[in-house]
């Protein structure tokens, strides 16, 4: 069993970003705060354009994201999310909330828990102690994280608790979910958090607010589906 050291580097580097950028913010000048999230969320889109090709099966991707947003939309987890930024906020009496505060909190929430390459790199280093993908997560999140605590404030720093905890989930089942996930799957579950990367950037860079919070569940859902496309599907196509 190996020591989760990319987690731990991880949550931290999310918990220090958000306590940085909390106390410090006041003291960042207005136009760096105006321009780094825009160089983030190309960040975020950049990131999301190098996982997006290592897809292998496009109709079975396409598929889970549709399905997957029906079902979020019909469970409104973007409204439960938000619901959520809007009781923390008010747990710590913050003030001047509205709905870009809300938005700019499930982006981030996103973004440290539930990109494809957190998800993937949380397994690796469980299987084999390969922390390389959380450490070069680790980087981007610090600074997401201090960008984002200006407005948001310690909000961004409880994120770091339901990561650690999906992160370290992740981590102790890598043994049993690996060996189920063939390179197809991988590849197509990759693709798929590639996408939901890829909107979170237009949604940190204030272009589009795609609603990635109902778009979750595809992330479950294109493992099986990519699973059954390759077994199923494609030997009926020839």
Not at 25 to 45: D, N, Q, V, Y
Not at 76 to 83: D, K, P
Not at 172 to 190: E, K, N, R, V
């Amino acid at each position: 069993m190996f020591f989760p050291t990319g987690i731990v580097i991880n949550g931290l580097a999310v918990l220090l970003g958000g306590l940085t950028g909390a106390c410090l913010g006041r003291h960042i000048p207005k136009k760096l705060c105006e321009t780094l999230p825009l160089m983030f969320g190309l960040s975020a889109m950049t990131i999301g354009i190098v996982n997006i090709p290592k897809v292998a099966n496009l109709p079975a991707l396409i598929l889970a994201i549709i399905l997957g947003a029906i079902l979020g939309e019909l469970a409104q987890l973007e409204s439960r999310f938000e619901g959520l930024a809007g009781w923390l906020g008010g747990l710590m009496k913050m003030e001047h909330q509205d709905t870009r505060m809300q938005q700019d909190f499930v982006s981030v929430l996103v973004v440290f828990c539930f990109s494809g390459s957190g998800i993937f790199g949380a397994l690796q280093s469980g299987l084999n102690g390969d922390h390389t993908v959380l450490l070069a997560k680790a980087v981007m999140d610090f600074f997401t994280a201090i960008i984002f605590a200006i407005s948001l404030r310690h909000m961004v720093s409880i994120i770091a608790l339901p990561q650690l905890v999906l992160m370290l989930l992740l981590f102790c089942s890598a043994g049993l979910l690996m060996p189920l996930i063939s390179d197809t799957m991988l590849g197509d579950f990759m693709a798929c958090g590639g996408v939901l990367i890829f909107a979170t950037g237009f949604r940190i860079a204030g272009i589009r607010q795609y609603p990635i919070g109902n778009m979750l569940p595809a992330l479950v859902l294109v493992l099986p589906l990519s699973a059954a496309w390759t077994s199923w599907v494609l030997p009926l196509l020839g």
